[in-house]
Structures are given as structure tokens and as C-alpha cells.
């Protein structure tokens, strides 16, 4: 029989090659293979968590040896500043210094913790915060150091490793059977994504988090009939090569990628993708621009199951202007980063929710003719939240100016380390690539377990 006269004989004019790349643009993307772990249905939000216990002296002082706790996180919220922010401005300021410049340091909730002036909402939840003021990288160029950031290895030209989202899916699974596992919401196209896993742990890539999901509907001129006629015959055409290349993992990711998407077309979970279903105050309260739109999607989407976000705000890389353009992205960062937390509390998730926040290195201590600062992988600031995290604690320490790491210094392994250990799972676990190298979530990275 011959298939593609049957094929036109039933769709007219459309070529199956047309009719192919049009199906694949309804459909793929939307959805991804099981995991080989599928996870229960979500199961109830446990209490918030209670505000630690500070020490009122000094926050600074090294953390006290106490019962290691493991992490009570399994799902995460990734804030990826893009270009490198400058931590003596946001979360390690050093007042009184000449590099200091004029942002001032401000009081927070926690004694003796301080943070930029244009942090003031986050100032007040400190205490579900652990700073991390000693992180330093051997990268300082922002695509490898970005890359190093997401997959803990430096960038080859002959293999791509996969990123810390794709490593969470691949080793936990899902928790939500319907939605996608790994999200990524906003950032450019230089993202390692599944690397040499499968394809099925790569993030789903969103643009405008206010647009929802994209392709997720029929247009409105293909109605259900003709659309299930279609599929039929697109099984029908494609089952001799299916099952002539059953053994391929991305022929039967492909295969996957449709029933996946197939089926998150016609679930209510999709409305986990529809910001119109909140109150127009807690949109607000999020901030009306990307970032803070793409922080309330990712609150929305945990508390609908999926296990990785990955939210992304750029605009850092402050050479020129460092001081105006701090305070403008310092005001979207502070706004939808607070909302973030205070929404995930109120709902019992903060717990179970590992908040991360990381750039890829920090910023010169020296401002520059142009009122900058330039790039500085020597020492930068990161930060934790819920998860299992102990707030209004600082990790590490560096030196009067902010130059060196001065103590407890954590390189980029260490905190994907950190970030599996929160999660529960063995940082050091051994995943093959297609070449039969072995790689890690970590690297040879050591969690920083005192922060539990």
C-alpha cells in the first residue's frame, strides 16, 4: 500500500513532512518522558517552618557542630542571575570601605546581618535565608562559567554534561505523572539542558511566563475529529520505523513526547500554567515584569508537583553603571524573590522547597572608570532557603574588601552538592555517559551539610 497516497488522499495538499513539523510543533515540547522513577501523587504541604534560632551576637561565627540532618527537600526553585552579580552590593557588602561605593548596607531580621540597601523586603526574611558569602569558580568567562554553574564540569568540546535540573530528574523522578519534570522559565539558548542524558530530562523551555503554555490547544479551525484522525494516520505511517528502531532511546523518547504531550492537552493540570487564576494583588505582589511573573509561575508549578524550575533574570554583567543598574535589578530581584518566599511559606511548601539563588562569579571590589565593576570568580555570595536549610546563618566569610575567600571557601561542585543533598539524593551517585565515562551530580563536590 502505498501510505503517503493515503496520507494525501485524506489530508489534501498537506505534505507529510508539513504535516509532521506541524504536529511537532503542537505537540513537542509540552511533554516528556516518564521518568524511571514515577513518584505518588503530591501528597499534603507539612506545617511552615518555624524561624530558627539565631544566634544574637554574631551570624558570622562558624556554625555550631550539631546532629546532621539530611535535606527535606524534593523539589527545587533555581534563580539563575545571568551575568555575574556583584555580591558586595546585594548580600556581602562591606561598609566603610573605600570599594563599598555608595550603596549603603542595611539592617536585616536577623542581628548582625547585613545586606544591600535595595534588598529592604528580603532584609526582613533573613531568617528563612543561609547566605553563602565564600563561593568562588575557576571560570571567568560567563558562557563556561554559566555552564560550570549548571553541571558542575567544565566545558568540553567533546561531550555536553547534562545540567543540575536534568540530573535532579534523571535521580528523583517525577512527582507529578502529567506535568513535566524540569521547567525552565526565561534565559538565552546557551543552556547545557539534558546533556548526554535522555532527552526526556531536558527543561521544558517557556519565554513570557503570562503566556502559559505554548501550543498546548488546538487552533481553533482543527477540530478534536480531525485532529485524532490525524494522529491515527501519523501512528499508522510511523510504525514500521518505530518498530524497526524500538531500541533507540530518542526514537522512543519521541514516541513518549507525544502520548505525554497528548495527555497534558486534555488535564486539568495544565492550569498550572495559567497565571490568570491568581488574584490580580498576588500578581503585583510578584512584580509586572518577567522575572517576577516567571517566580509566581514556578511557585504555582511546585505546588502542582514539578520538581525542577529554573527561573532566570539577567542584566548583572555591570561593567558601566554598576550602581543604577544594581538598584533597578536589586528592585525586581527584592520584590519577586520575597513574594517567592513569603507565598511558599504561607502554604506550607517552604519546607519541602529548596530555594536556590546563583550567578555564575561575582564583581571586581575595584569600580572602574566607567563607574563599574568587571568580572571577579574569586570570590561571589549565593543563597539557600527552605528545604531543610537553617535561616539567618552565613557560610564562609572573605576578606575586608571582598577580594579573596577568607574562609570556608565553597566552589561550584560544593553547592551542586549541597543542592542534591537537600533533595535527598547521594550526590556521588555514578551516571555513565554514552561513552561509558562516569559523571556526577557533583563532581568531586562535598555537600555543605552544616547548613541542615
Not at 548582625?112 to 526582613?124: E, I
Not at 513518549?256 to 497528548?262: G, S
Request: glycine content about 10%; hydrophobic content about 35%; proline content about 7%.
Amino acid at each position: 500500500m502505498n501510505h503517503g497516497r493515503q496520507f494525501d488522499s485524506l489530508f489534501g495538499e498537506s505534505s507529510r513532512r508539513v504535516f509532521t513539523a506541524r504536529l511537532a510543533q503542537l505537540l513537542l515540547g509540552v511533554g516528556l518522558m516518564p521518568a524511571t522513577r514515577i513518584g505518588a501523587q503530591d501528597q499534603p504541604p507539612t506545617p511552615a517552618d518555624e524561624p530558627p534560632q539565631n544566634d544574637p551576637e554574631n551570624p558570622h561565627r562558624p556554625l555550631r557542630i550539631q546532629p546532621v540532618r539530611q535535606g527535606q527537600a524534593d523539589r527545587v526553585i533555581y534563580l539563575f542571575m545571568g551575568g555575574g552579580m556583584s555580591h558586595l552590593d546585594t548580600f556581602d557588602p562591606k561598609p566603610g570601605t573605600d570599594v563599598q561605593g555608595p550603596i549603603e548596607a542595611i539592617r536585616t531580621s536577623v542581628p548582625g546581618m547585613r545586606v544591600g540597601q535595595y534588598l529592604p523586603r528580603l532584609a526582613k526574611q533573613m531568617n528563612h535565608i543561609a547566605l553563602i558569602r565564600s563561593m568562588h569558580t575557576t571560570q571567568g568567562a560567563h558562557e563556561r562559567g554559566q555552564y560550570f554553574l549548571r553541571t558542575s564540569y567544565l566545558m568540553r568540546g567533546t561531550i555536553q554534561h547534562p545540567s543540575v535540573g536534568a540530573w535532579t530528574l534523571k535521580l528523583a523522578g517525577k512527582l507529578n505523572p502529567t506535568l513535566p519534570g524540569n521547567v525552565r522559565i526565561g534565559g538565552g539558548s546557551q543552556h547545557p539542558s539534558a546533556g548526554f542524558l535522555e532527552a526526556q530530562f531536558a527543561p521544558l523551555p517557556l519565554g513570557d511566563p503570562s503566556n502559559g503554555l505554548p501550543n498546548s490547544r488546538l487552533p481553533e479551525d482543527l477540530t478534536s475529529d480531525r485532529f485524532q484522525r490525524r494522529l491515527h494516520m501519523a501512528e499508522f505511517v510511523d510504525r514500521p520505523f518505530r518498530k524497526h528502531y524500538k531500541e533507540i532511546k530518542q526514537v522512543r523518547a519521541r514516541s513518549d513526547a507525544y502520548r505525554e504531550a497528548l495527555r497534558l492537552m486534555h488535564s486539568k493540570e495544565l492550569a498550572a500554567f495559567d497565571l490568570n487564576q491568581e488574584p490580580a494583588w498576588k500578581q503585583e505582589a510578584y512584580g509586572n515584569d518577567t522575572f517576577g511573573q516567571g517566580c509566581l509561575l514556578a511557585q504555582r508549578l511546585v505546588a502542582h508537583g514539578v520538581r525542577f524550575v529554573e527561573v532566570a533574570l539577567g542584566g548583572w554583567d555591570t561593567h558601566q553603571d554598576n550602581f543604577e543598574q544594581i538598584e533597578q535589578q536589586s528592585e525586581i530581584l527584592d520584590r519577586a524573590l520575597s513574594a517567592l518566599l513569603a507565598d511558599l511559606n504561607s502554604q506550607g511548601l517552604l519546607r519541602r522547597t529548596l530555594v536556590v539563588l546563583a550567578t555564575e562569579f561575582g564583581r571586581t571590589p575595584r569600580i572602574n572608570a566607567n563607574n563599574g565593576r568587571d568580572h571577579h570568580p574569586k570570590a561571589f555570595s549565593t543563597l539557600l532557603a527552605g528545604g531543610g536549610i537553617q535561616g539567618g546563618r552565613i557560610y564562609g566569610r572573605t576578606d575586608l574588601r571582598g577580594m579573596e575567600v577568607e574562609q570556608d571557601g565553597v566552589t561550584i561542585p560544593d553547592l551542586n552538592a549541597t543542592i542534591a543533598y537537600a533533595l535527598k539524593l547521594k550526590h556521588d551517585t555514578i551516571v555513565s555517559s554514552p561513552s561509558g565515562r562516569p559523571f556526577k551530580i557533583g563532581n568531586r563536590g562535598k555537600p555543605i551539610v552544616e547548613l541542615f
